[in-house]
């Protein structure tokens, strides 16, 4: 069984400029959680999204958003970089909908804004 | 809102002693309490859980964790450390409550260094 597939790995990026993350889970999981991880901050969610609906937000501007499709599959886009933004994004996929199930994590997505 | 402090920013232990990795948490209710593994430059991996039940929850390459709800702990151990255990190592939290929706929360992460 494939595991959680983020594209791209690696990404360099101005600031002021846009980005979009994608993240394919595994398959038959339907909850994609998204992270932010920085060294200073550390592991920080940003949003999960379960059948398509975004059912919980962290505490970031609106800048990040997010989506998710009819397979399941999710991408994640943040407007107007900025230097801070800098960091590995990760995203996970869970099989149920419940918060008693594991995440399964992807390899994420390095991306630095210069 | 929810926290997870991991107290020790690295512990080192020597190859074939037991490790002690400790993380507490602070919830509303009861919890759903997780470890993960990070090697460099790689996501996380899932060591093990525990959602209810007994104490002791085994998992992954003979990791261990013992919840303990008075102390509000959640320690992860090995009877015999590998230097190959050598990671960067994450507890995170979630509440019962919320239906799956809230998202983990992450302690700051311990660096276990296993020494030969």
């Known amino acids: ?17 846009q980005v979009t993350l994608s993240c394919s889970p595994i398959s038959g999981h339907r909850s994609v959680s998204w ?21 919980n937000k962290g505490n970031f501007p609106g800048r990040f958003s997010g989506r998710q499709f009819s397979n399941s599959r999710s991408e994640m886009n943040v407007s107007t970089l900025e ?22 994590f992807g390899q994420g997505t390095r991306l630095t804004v210069v | 809102a929810q926290s997870v402090a991991q107290p020790e920013d690295q512990v080192n232990v020597a190859e074939g002693n037991p490790l002690t990795v400790k993380c507490t948490y602070s919830v509303s209710g009861n919890p759903y309490l997780f470890w ?22 085994k998992g992954s390459y003979g990791f261990e964790a013992e919840f303990n709800k008075s102390q509000t702990s959640f320690h992860l151990k090995k009877p015999s450390a590998l230097v190959s255990d050598s990671a960067l190592y994450f507890c995170a939290v979630r ?18 260094i296993i020494q030969p």
Do not use: M
């Open chain 1, 1 to 17: 069984k494939a595991g959680v597939t983020q594209t791209p790995r690696y990404l360099i990026k101005t600031r002021g400029q």
């Open chain 1, 35 to 55: 992270y932010q991880q920085t060294p200073g901050q550390g592991l920080q969610f940003l949003f999960e999204y379960f059948s398509e609906t975004q059912r």
């Open chain 1, 83 to 104: 230097l801070g933004d800098s960091a590995l994004y990760l995203c996970a996929s869970s099989s149920g909908g419940w918060g008693n199930t594991e995440a399964f």
């Open chain 2, 36 to 57: 993960y593994v990070q090697y460099p430059n790689r996501g996380l991996q899932f060591l093990l859980k525990y959602i209810t039940g007994d104490n002791l929850v």
């Open chain 2, 95 to 112: 509440a019962t409550t919320g239906g799956g929706a809230d998202g983990l929360t992450f302690g700051k992460g311990t660096h276990l």
